[in-house]
C-alpha cells in the first residue's frame, strides 16, 4: 500500500525526471538508469515529504552530479566527435519552446562545469526557484546566482530565440537531404552558411568522419566526392525535430540508421549534427 503511494507520487514526475537526466548527461540509456535509481530511493523514503516534486529533482540532480565525472572521462577517449543522444521532440512550435535546449546547446553545456550546468539547467530551462536550486546544490543562493550567471554568459550565444515553424523545418530538412543526396552544390551553396560545420558521431561503430568538418568550401567539395564515388544512395525514411532542430531520420547503404539535424541561423545552415553510433539510436529505430 505504502508503495503504491509512492508510485502513484512518482509516475507524474518520470518525464520531467527523464529530460531532466537527460539534458545533464546527453544519455537516454543514463537517464532512464538515473531515474530508475531515483524511484528505488524514493520507495525508500519513510517519512512524509510535502513536495515530492522537488525532492525527487535534488535526487535526480545529484545522481547527474554523480555520474557526469565519469562521463566526461569516457568522453576524452571517445572515437570521433561526441553528440548527445538525438531526441526526438513534438513538432508543435508551442512545446518546442517550453523546452528550447537544442543538440548545439548541450555541446556549449559541455563547457560548463557539473555545478554550473545544474544551475543552468534548473534554474534557466526548468524554471525551478533559486531557493530550491541552492538546496538541491548543498550551496547558498548566492553562490548558485554566480553559477548560473557564468553559466548563461558561456552559453548565451547558443540559446535558441525562435523556432521554425513545421512546414518551413520540414521543408529545409528535405531540401537539405536532396541536395546532399545528390552532391547538388548549387543548392547546397544557397543552403549553407560560410562557416558550417559537420560534427558526426559514429562513436567507431559505423563510417563517419573522425573530426569535425568545417568551410563550405571543404563540405562542398566533400558532398561532390561522396556523388562521384556512385554508391546506392541513402533513403529519407522521414522528418523529424530533433532537439529542437529541423532534421531527419534516414536509412544508409548499409542498412544502418542515422539521423541529422540542423542549426539554422540569419536563414542558413550553420551547423550540421549526424548521429550514426548504433548505441545511440536505438529508440529510433524502434520509433520508425
Known amino acids: 500500500m505504502f508503495r503504491d503511494y509512492r ?3 512518482f509516475e507524474p514526475e518520470r518525464g520531467r525526471l527523464t529530460r531532466l537526466a537527460y539534458r545533464m548527461l546527453g544519455s537516454l540509456n543514463e537517464a532512464e538508469d538515473v531515474v530508475q535509481d531515483a524511484w528505488i530511493r524514493w520507495a525508500r523514503v ?6 515530492p516534486a522537488a525532492y525527487l529533482t535534488r535526487i535526480v540532480t545529484r545522481l547527474c552530479l554523480d555520474r557526469l565525472k565519469s562521463a566526461r572521462a569516457r568522453r576524452e577517449t571517445y572515437i570521433g566527435p561526441w553528440l548527445p543522444d538525438p531526441l526526438l521532440t513534438p513538432t508543435d512550435p508551442q512545446e518546442i519552446i517550453a523546452d528550447d535546449v537544442t543538440v548545439t546547446l548541450m555541446l556549449a553545456m559541455e563547457r560548463l562545469s557539473p555545478l554550473e550546468r545544474a544551475a543552468f539547467l534548473l534554474h534557466d530551462v526548468f524554471g525551478t526557484p533559486l531557493k530550491d536550486v541552492a538546496a538541491t546544490l548543498d550551496r547558498e543562493p ?6 548560473a550567471s557564468r553559466a548563461r554568459k558561456n552559453v548565451r550565444r547558443e540559446r535558441v530565440r ?7 523545418a520540414d521543408r529545409i530538412a528535405r531540401a537539405f537531404f536532396i ?4 552532391g547538388d552544390a548549387t543548392v547546397l551553396a544557397d543552403l549553407l552558411a ?3 560545420a559537420i560534427h558526426t558521431d559514429g562513436g567507431g561503430k559505423v563510417l563517419a ?3 569535425v568538418v568545417r568551410g563550405i568550401d571543404h563540405i562542398l567539395r566533400l558532398f561532390a566526392s561522396v556523388q562521384r564515388k556512385d554508391l546506392p544512395p541513402p533513403v529519407l525514411l522521414r522528418t523529424a525535430v530533433i532537439d529542437g532542430l529541423p532534421g531527419y531520420i534516414s536509412r544508409h547503404p548499409d542498412g544502418s540508421v542515422g539521423t541529422t539535424a540542423l542549426d539554422l541561423r540569419d536563414g542558413r545552415i550553420r551547423s550540421i549534427y549526424i548521429v550514426r553510433n548504433p548505441e545511440k539510436l536505438k529508440h529510433i529505430v524502434e520509433a520508425c
Not at 548566492?142 to 553559477?147: N, P
Not at 525562435?162 to 518551413?168: D, S
Not at 541536395?179 to 545528390?182: E, H, L, T
Open 7 to 9: 508510485t502513484a507520487e
Open 46 to 51: 519513510e517519512e512524509s515529504v510535502d513536495v
Open 142 to 147: 548566492a553562490a548558485v546566482r554566480q553559477l
Open 162 to 168: 525562435y523556432a521554425l515553424e513545421t512546414a518551413e
Open 179 to 182: 541536395a546532399a543526396r545528390d
Open 194 to 196: 560560410a562557416d558550417v
Open 209 to 211: 568522419f573522425r573530426n
